[in-house]
T-cell receptor, first 114, second 113 residues
Framework: DVKVTQSSRYLVKRTGEKVFLECVQD?????MFWYRQDPGLGLRLIYF???????EKGDIPEGYSVSREKKERFSLILESASTNQTSMYLC?????????????FGEGSRLTVL | GNSVTQMEGPVTLSEEAFLTINCTYT??????LFWYVQYPGEGLQLLLK?????DKGSNKGFEATYRKETTSFHLEKGSVQVSDSAVYFC????????????FGAGTRLFVKA
Protein backbone atom coordinates (compact mmCIF):
# COMPACT_ATOMS: atom_id res chain seq x y z
CA ASP A 1 0.00 0.00 0.00
CA VAL A 2 1.04 3.55 -0.70
CA LYS A 3 1.98 5.42 2.40
CA VAL A 4 2.11 9.19 2.74
CA THR A 5 3.45 10.26 6.09
CA GLN A 6 3.14 13.71 7.55
CA SER A 7 5.59 14.50 10.30
CA SER A 8 3.24 16.08 12.84
CA ARG A 9 -0.45 15.44 13.47
CA TYR A 10 -0.89 18.46 15.74
CA LEU A 11 1.15 21.63 16.09
CA VAL A 12 0.65 24.80 18.09
CA LYS A 13 2.75 27.80 17.09
CA ARG A 14 2.85 31.49 17.87
CA THR A 15 2.32 34.33 15.42
CA GLY A 16 5.52 35.12 13.58
CA GLU A 17 7.15 31.73 14.09
CA LYS A 18 8.58 29.79 11.17
CA VAL A 19 6.78 26.49 10.65
CA PHE A 20 7.91 23.43 8.73
CA LEU A 21 5.49 20.69 7.69
CA GLU A 22 7.15 17.61 6.30
CA CYS A 23 5.67 14.97 4.02
CA VAL A 24 7.22 11.73 2.79
CA GLN A 25 5.81 9.23 0.30
CA ASP A 26 7.12 5.75 -0.36
CA UNK A 27 5.80 4.95 -3.83
CA UNK A 28 8.13 6.90 -6.10
CA UNK A 29 5.35 9.24 -7.27
CA UNK A 30 6.40 12.18 -9.40
CA UNK A 31 3.63 14.50 -8.24
CA MET A 32 3.19 15.85 -4.72
CA PHE A 33 0.72 18.39 -3.38
CA TRP A 34 -0.05 20.51 -0.34
CA TYR A 35 -3.69 21.41 0.37
CA ARG A 36 -5.33 23.15 3.26
CA GLN A 37 -8.75 22.03 4.43
CA ASP A 38 -11.17 24.45 6.05
CA PRO A 39 -14.84 23.86 6.95
CA GLY A 40 -17.17 24.85 4.13
CA LEU A 41 -14.29 25.50 1.75
CA GLY A 42 -13.17 21.97 1.00
CA LEU A 43 -9.56 21.50 -0.06
CA ARG A 44 -7.63 24.37 -1.57
CA LEU A 45 -4.33 23.79 -3.33
CA ILE A 46 -1.37 25.70 -1.93
CA TYR A 47 1.54 24.35 -4.00
CA PHE A 48 2.39 21.29 -6.00
CA UNK A 49 5.48 19.72 -7.48
CA UNK A 50 5.78 17.44 -10.48
CA UNK A 51 9.49 16.71 -10.12
CA UNK A 52 12.45 17.20 -7.83
CA UNK A 53 13.27 20.89 -7.38
CA UNK A 54 10.19 21.85 -9.42
CA UNK A 55 7.24 23.66 -7.88
CA GLU A 56 4.09 25.34 -9.07
CA LYS A 57 1.78 27.72 -7.25
CA GLY A 58 -1.67 26.51 -6.51
CA ASP A 59 -4.69 28.65 -5.79
CA ILE A 60 -3.60 30.10 -2.42
CA PRO A 61 0.22 30.27 -2.29
CA GLU A 62 0.50 33.57 -0.41
CA GLY A 63 2.31 33.19 2.89
CA TYR A 64 3.70 29.75 2.01
CA SER A 65 6.72 28.28 0.31
CA VAL A 66 7.77 24.71 -0.48
CA SER A 67 10.86 22.63 -0.95
CA ARG A 68 11.40 19.40 -2.85
CA GLU A 69 15.03 18.37 -2.70
CA LYS A 70 14.32 14.64 -2.94
CA LYS A 71 11.61 12.85 -4.87
CA GLU A 72 10.00 11.32 -1.80
CA ARG A 73 9.90 14.46 0.37
CA PHE A 74 7.85 17.63 -0.02
CA SER A 75 7.99 20.29 2.66
CA LEU A 76 5.63 23.18 3.30
CA ILE A 77 7.08 26.25 4.99
CA LEU A 78 5.26 29.09 6.68
CA GLU A 79 7.92 31.80 6.91
CA SER A 80 6.01 33.83 9.49
CA ALA A 81 2.89 32.12 10.78
CA SER A 82 -0.29 34.12 11.16
CA THR A 83 -3.58 33.28 12.85
CA ASN A 84 -5.38 32.98 9.51
CA GLN A 85 -3.11 30.04 8.70
CA THR A 86 -4.72 27.98 11.45
CA SER A 87 -6.01 25.03 9.47
CA MET A 88 -5.70 21.36 8.59
CA TYR A 89 -2.89 20.77 6.10
CA LEU A 90 -3.04 17.73 3.85
CA CYS A 91 -0.18 16.37 1.80
CA UNK A 92 -0.81 14.09 -1.17
CA UNK A 93 1.19 12.28 -3.77
CA UNK A 94 -0.14 11.34 -7.17
CA UNK A 95 0.24 9.18 -10.20
CA UNK A 96 0.82 10.24 -13.75
CA UNK A 97 -0.24 8.87 -17.12
CA UNK A 98 -3.69 7.33 -17.31
CA UNK A 99 -4.00 7.49 -13.52
CA UNK A 100 -3.29 11.21 -13.27
CA UNK A 101 -5.58 12.72 -10.67
CA UNK A 102 -5.57 9.71 -8.35
CA UNK A 103 -4.18 11.11 -5.13
CA UNK A 104 -2.92 9.41 -1.98
CA PHE A 105 -3.25 11.51 1.16
CA GLY A 106 -1.51 11.64 4.49
CA GLU A 107 -3.52 11.86 7.69
CA GLY A 108 -3.14 15.62 7.92
CA SER A 109 -1.39 18.11 10.18
CA ARG A 110 -3.63 20.32 12.27
CA LEU A 111 -1.89 23.64 12.85
CA THR A 112 -3.05 26.18 15.39
CA VAL A 113 -1.42 29.61 15.34
CA LEU A 114 -1.94 31.65 18.50
CA GLY B 1 -12.09 28.10 -14.90
CA ASN B 2 -12.62 24.66 -13.44
CA SER B 3 -14.86 24.23 -10.41
CA VAL B 4 -16.88 21.65 -8.50
CA THR B 5 -20.14 22.27 -6.64
CA GLN B 6 -21.63 19.67 -4.34
CA MET B 7 -24.66 19.64 -2.13
CA GLU B 8 -24.31 21.11 1.32
CA GLY B 9 -24.54 18.83 4.27
CA PRO B 10 -24.84 17.40 6.65
CA VAL B 11 -26.91 14.58 5.25
CA THR B 12 -28.46 12.36 7.92
CA LEU B 13 -29.89 8.97 6.97
CA SER B 14 -31.02 5.84 8.71
CA GLU B 15 -29.19 2.59 8.08
CA GLU B 16 -30.25 0.88 4.82
CA ALA B 17 -31.57 4.13 3.31
CA PHE B 18 -30.73 5.21 -0.25
CA LEU B 19 -28.02 7.82 -0.60
CA THR B 20 -27.56 10.49 -3.23
CA ILE B 21 -24.97 13.25 -2.97
CA ASN B 22 -25.17 15.69 -5.85
CA CYS B 23 -22.11 17.00 -7.65
CA THR B 24 -21.92 19.28 -10.67
CA TYR B 25 -18.83 20.65 -12.36
CA THR B 26 -17.62 23.39 -14.66
CA UNK B 27 -14.71 22.63 -16.94
CA UNK B 28 -13.57 23.02 -20.50
CA UNK B 29 -12.78 19.91 -22.45
CA UNK B 30 -12.99 16.46 -20.90
CA UNK B 31 -12.05 16.31 -17.24
CA UNK B 32 -11.69 13.15 -15.20
CA LEU B 33 -14.04 13.01 -12.20
CA PHE B 34 -13.51 11.51 -8.76
CA TRP B 35 -15.17 10.89 -5.43
CA TYR B 36 -12.96 10.83 -2.35
CA VAL B 37 -14.02 9.86 1.18
CA GLN B 38 -12.60 11.08 4.48
CA TYR B 39 -13.36 8.99 7.57
CA PRO B 40 -13.04 10.67 10.98
CA GLY B 41 -9.43 11.41 11.90
CA GLU B 42 -8.05 10.22 8.56
CA GLY B 43 -6.85 11.65 5.28
CA LEU B 44 -8.86 11.39 2.08
CA GLN B 45 -9.05 8.13 0.13
CA LEU B 46 -10.06 7.67 -3.46
CA LEU B 47 -13.50 6.04 -3.60
CA LEU B 48 -14.18 5.90 -7.35
CA LYS B 49 -13.44 7.65 -10.61
CA UNK B 50 -14.64 8.05 -14.19
CA UNK B 51 -12.56 9.36 -17.03
CA UNK B 52 -15.01 9.90 -19.89
CA UNK B 53 -18.65 10.61 -20.58
CA UNK B 54 -21.12 7.84 -19.64
CA ASP B 55 -18.47 5.96 -17.66
CA LYS B 56 -19.70 4.58 -14.35
CA GLY B 57 -17.28 4.37 -11.44
CA SER B 58 -18.10 1.97 -8.64
CA ASN B 59 -16.57 0.75 -5.39
CA LYS B 60 -17.82 -0.59 -2.03
CA GLY B 61 -21.44 -0.37 -3.19
CA PHE B 62 -21.09 3.28 -4.22
CA GLU B 63 -21.45 4.35 -7.83
CA ALA B 64 -21.45 7.51 -9.91
CA THR B 65 -22.01 8.11 -13.63
CA TYR B 66 -20.19 10.79 -15.63
CA ARG B 67 -22.96 12.80 -17.30
CA LYS B 68 -21.52 15.32 -19.72
CA GLU B 69 -24.90 16.65 -20.86
CA THR B 70 -25.77 17.71 -17.31
CA THR B 71 -22.14 18.20 -16.15
CA SER B 72 -22.87 16.00 -13.16
CA PHE B 73 -21.30 13.13 -11.24
CA HIS B 74 -23.76 12.28 -8.46
CA LEU B 75 -22.74 9.71 -5.85
CA GLU B 76 -25.27 6.98 -5.00
CA LYS B 77 -25.51 3.96 -2.73
CA GLY B 78 -28.51 1.71 -2.45
CA SER B 79 -28.25 0.87 1.26
CA VAL B 80 -25.99 2.85 3.57
CA GLN B 81 -24.36 1.52 6.72
CA VAL B 82 -23.26 3.26 9.90
CA SER B 83 -19.67 2.71 8.76
CA ASP B 84 -20.34 4.94 5.72
CA SER B 85 -20.48 7.99 7.99
CA ALA B 86 -17.77 10.27 6.61
CA VAL B 87 -17.17 13.38 4.53
CA TYR B 88 -17.43 12.88 0.76
CA PHE B 89 -15.59 15.09 -1.72
CA CYS B 90 -16.26 15.38 -5.43
CA UNK B 91 -13.23 16.35 -7.50
CA UNK B 92 -12.04 16.84 -11.04
CA UNK B 93 -8.81 17.09 -12.92
CA UNK B 94 -8.58 18.74 -16.28
CA UNK B 95 -5.31 17.81 -17.90
CA UNK B 96 -5.45 20.84 -20.16
CA UNK B 97 -4.95 22.77 -16.91
CA UNK B 98 -2.04 20.72 -15.65
CA UNK B 99 -1.85 18.44 -12.62
CA UNK B 100 -4.22 20.33 -10.34
CA UNK B 101 -7.07 18.36 -8.81
CA UNK B 102 -9.98 20.65 -7.89
CA PHE B 103 -12.19 19.63 -4.95
CA GLY B 104 -15.70 20.51 -3.92
CA ALA B 105 -16.48 21.72 -0.40
CA GLY B 106 -17.36 18.24 0.87
CA THR B 107 -20.61 16.74 2.16
CA ARG B 108 -20.77 15.21 5.60
CA LEU B 109 -22.88 12.06 5.90
CA PHE B 110 -24.23 10.75 9.19
CA VAL B 111 -25.84 7.30 9.20
CA LYS B 112 -27.93 6.36 12.24
CA ALA B 113 -28.40 2.78 13.39
Amino acid sequence: DVKVTQSSRYLVKRTGEKVFLECVQDMDHENMFWYRQDPGLGLRLIYFSYDVKMKEKGDIPEGYSVSREKKERFSLILESASTNQTSMYLCASGLTGRRTGELFFGEGSRLTVL
Amino acid sequence: GNSVTQMEGPVTLSEEAFLTINCTYTATGYPSLFWYVQYPGEGLQLLLKATKADDKGSNKGFEATYRKETTSFHLEKGSVQVSDSAVYFCALINLTGGFKTIFGAGTRLFVKA
